[in-house]
């Protein structure tokens, strides 16, 4: 099968919300008035961001979904992607199952596939992703302020739990190791947070690299220090299995896990209500896990408010 073939078979559906999609050169993406263009791109590489074992349907999922995310924490609405693919080999269930992983996602987003380019070589997955957010509105990393409360989306640390087994460092029953590997392999991206959380929300990262890790982009844009609740994070993590973990690698999941796609997002404190209905009208769980201060740099405690003195670090894709 060549790459044309390929793409025919597999990835090319006609458009229906773009002007042109795939088999020019060239996509046309026409925004509504008023609108901006959100654009992000991330790249998945065997071995460094999924196994050779995954479901290649799981792995379709999260090629786009870590994309979705970085809009959600824009809160910006996708309109389309494109896909560049390398493959050391034509596999036509693989092929398959991929790209129904793929576009179930995109379907329920109402994202259209409008590009892209397939070449033979190591595994390697690179989407872009457009969206639309109104002008001004968008959120970004730098809005920040002393005094704003700290929130995050959903569960944290469980996609590291997952990571610990295969590297042989954890034991995990069935049960929870399966659990801990979906959140790791098909993660939700939370765009209709995101959206809700315009005009609400003074700042907002998306969780890839760890929690410390990305809460450093806000407060080095913003320009501020904050306060996090190492116990409150922790609390977070969705398998019961953790509870029975030695603390210091409960906290490292929590904190500076990796691959946890929520969001995570500041507000005024007098907005916590708001923020709560912002959660509900989009059926995504929110927690407060800190508080954002003037003086700089980034604070750890327990719940009682004693410094924790464990060191985290975010995830380094250029580490070994």
């Given amino acids: 099968m060549g790459e044309f073939d390929l793409i025919d078979r597999y990835f090319k559906r006609p458009a229906a919300r773009s002007p042109l999609g795939v088999g020019d050169d060239c996509a046309l993406l026409a925004p509504a008035p008023g609108m901006q263009l959100a654009v992000s791109t991330d790249m998945l590489v065997e071995g460094r961001h999924f196994l050779s074992t995954v479901d290649p349907a799981r792995l379709g999922h999260k090629a786009l979904a870590v994309n979705l995310s970085d809009l959600a924490a824009c809160g910006a609405k996708p309109l389309a992607f494109t896909l560049a693919l390398a493959l050391p080999a034509v596999d036509e269930a693989w ?13 329920a987003h109402g994202c259209e596939l409008v590009g892209g380019d397939t070449t033979r070589g190591p595994l390697n997955l690179c989407i872009t992703v457009f969206g639309e957010v109104p002008a001004g509105t968008a959120l970004l990393r730098s809005g920040a302020e002393p005094g704003d409360e700290l929130w995050v989306s959903g569960t944290l640390g469980d996609a590291r739990l997952a990571l610990e087994v295969f590297r042989g460092t954890l034991a995990l029953p069935a049960e929870a190791l399966e659990a801990a590997r979906r959140r790791m392999e098909q993660p939700e991206p939370r765009v209709a947070l995101g959206l809700a959380l315009r005009g609400i929300a003074s700042s907002a990262v998306d969780l890839s690299d760890g929690l410390v890790g990305d809460l450093g982009h806000i407060l080095a844009a913003s320009g501020v220090g904050a306060t996090v609740d190492a116990d409150a994070a922790c609390a977070l993590i969705g398998s019961p299995a953790a509870a029975a973990l030695d603390p210091a690698l409960r906290r490292n999941c929590a904190l500076a896990g990796g691959d946890d796609y929520e969001l995570l997002f500041t507000a005024p404190a007098a907005a916590a209500a708001v923020v709560l209905e912002a959660a509900r009208q989009s059926a995504t769980p929110v927690a407060r896990i800190g508080r954002i201060e003037a003086a700089p740099g980034l ?22």
């Fill in 299 to 320: 604070r750890i405690v327990d719940a009682r408010g004693a410094p924790v003195s464990q060191r985290f670090a975010a995830f380094d894709h250029f580490q070994a």
């Fill in 95 to 107: 092929l398959a199952a991929f790209s129904r992983g793929l576009f179930a996602l995109a379907d």
